[in-house]
């Protein structure tokens, strides 16, 4: 896979591990940390854990499965994605308010965002 393809599903990957990482194996993780956000190949990390190219493969595929399979269940990215979509539409909205009311639909707004972040 190569071009727009390969980094849709390499964002997709890393959005889905940002919200499930945590809920796959030691291995998975180190295995998905390597390949989509160090950038290693399939040879290097081979190499790295003395394995084959076709078991880091496998081991990938599975991990993203597992990753696809969790956001199936829970719908986590996707609810965080209608959150974000919404708090943008009501900032544009906002935008349009007397300031002194601007001000604080924004501070509600800021608040919704920074609950995003912490859970």
Do not use: W
Not at 30 to 46: H, R, V
Not at 75 to 84: F, G, N, S
Not at 95 to 105: D, K, M, T, Y
């Amino acid at each position: 896979m190569h071009g727009q393809n390969a980094l849709e599903k390499t964002n997709r990957i890393n959005v889905l591990f940002d919200f499930y990482g945590p809920l796959l194996t030691k291995k998975q993780q180190t295995f998905l940390k390597c390949y989509f956000q160090d950038d290693y190949s399939l040879g290097e990390i081979a190499a790295d854990f003395d394995i084959s190219r076709q078991a880091v493969y496998e081991h990938l595929k599975r991990a993203e499965q597992v990753l696809e399979d969790y956001e199936m269940k829970l719908r986590l990215a996707a609810r965080h994605d209608q959150i974000q979509a919404g708090l943008s539409q009501l900032e544009k909205q906002i935008s349009e308010l007397q300031p002194q009311a601007r001000a604080n639909i924004q501070m509600t707004i800021d608040l919704l965002r920074g609950a995003e972040v912490n859970t």
